[in-house]
């Protein structure tokens, strides 16, 4: 049914009888998803979200339709639920897929393995069966430079045939599903596929209304500058000041959660041009440093953010950045904001917001 629609209106997000193309979101309810939504909404594309709510909360969903001025269905199911997923494409005149629906967190992935290849690889394999089941073959995948592992300093920028070696349990299922969606991309179903390898998303929308929640001690290093900002949190830890770096902490790409959201909406307008299944990088091709990270979110703030270097962390790389040329090329999209956009955006939803979504 996807299929019959296609090329028909592309440019514009409208199908067969002039009606919105519909795509199903998974993990709507998350960071990323709620931003994409937004993005979407706007765009033209109906929406309809799944999510659990393992680590979200239905008012981003309420802030979503808020921000877009335009409702968004939503069903609260598992993914691994294979029949709940069945009945939302029975119901739903879905055109396409964007899955973000998984666990994340790379220390929670070591203590929990099979929690991790349960949730990511098996909600992928519930959600791949429905849609073919329902003929719909047009995917966008949430994947992640954690793929490429710590690679050498010499490998930076990353490019999409850079090698992959993901070292963590989390890792490895985003390695496992892009090796999955190979797989049945390169049966006889006419599949098209992009996974997005996102760097590092930071930021929020800059309306405030919607950001990242985290549950607990971040994990990461925006939400831990930005709660020491608001003072939830006494003194940011930078993980080691002896790395051969510029000023000796490590860097990474940090692209804003909107670019990435944007890059979604450019992703499913590509899914034509696609043959079988791509991955393509999500970053900005600019690295930036923890302590420019940390300067960064002082000028937002207005105040210097309290910090103080610690030992390294373990199984950090040193130097993590993009090549972006291939998004350019495919989606044509770039991201358009840069390190002070993204501490601004990001302090202000964690000013208007201390609690998050509680
Ligand atoms: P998030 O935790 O905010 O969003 C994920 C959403 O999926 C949550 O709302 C959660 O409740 C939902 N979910 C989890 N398991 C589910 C299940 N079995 N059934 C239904 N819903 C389920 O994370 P995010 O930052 O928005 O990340 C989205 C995707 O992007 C994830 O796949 C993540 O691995 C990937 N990614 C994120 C980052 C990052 O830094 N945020 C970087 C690279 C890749
Ligand atoms: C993390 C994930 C990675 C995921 C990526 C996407 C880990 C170990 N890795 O990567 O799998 O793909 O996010 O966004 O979680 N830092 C501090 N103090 C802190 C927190 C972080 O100095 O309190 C430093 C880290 O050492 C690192 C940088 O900040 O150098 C960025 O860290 P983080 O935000 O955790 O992202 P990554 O480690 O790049």
Redesign the pocket.
Known sequence: MARRLRGIMDAMSTGENGRSRKVLVTGAAGYIGSHTCVVLLEAGWDVVGVDNFDNSSPVALERVAELAGRPIDFVEADLRDSAAIDAIFAEHDVDAVIHFAGLKA?GQSVAEPLLYHDTNVGSTISLLGAMTRAGVFDLVFSS???VYGSPDVDAMPLIESSPTNAV?P??RTKLFIEEMLQDVAATDQPWRVLSLR?F??VGAHPSGRIGEDPVGIP????P?AMQVAVGVREE?????GDYPTPDGT?I?DYIHVVDVAEGHLAALDALDTVEGFEPINLGTGVGSS?LEVVAAAGRAVGTPVAHRIVDR?P??AVT?YADPAAALQRLGWKATRDLDDICVDHWRWQQKNPNGYR
């Open positions: 790379v992640s430079c954690t963590s989390y890792g996102y590092n998303p994990n990461n290093l925006m831990y940011l830890s930078v993980f080691g490590c990474r923890v962390r199984g950090d993590v």
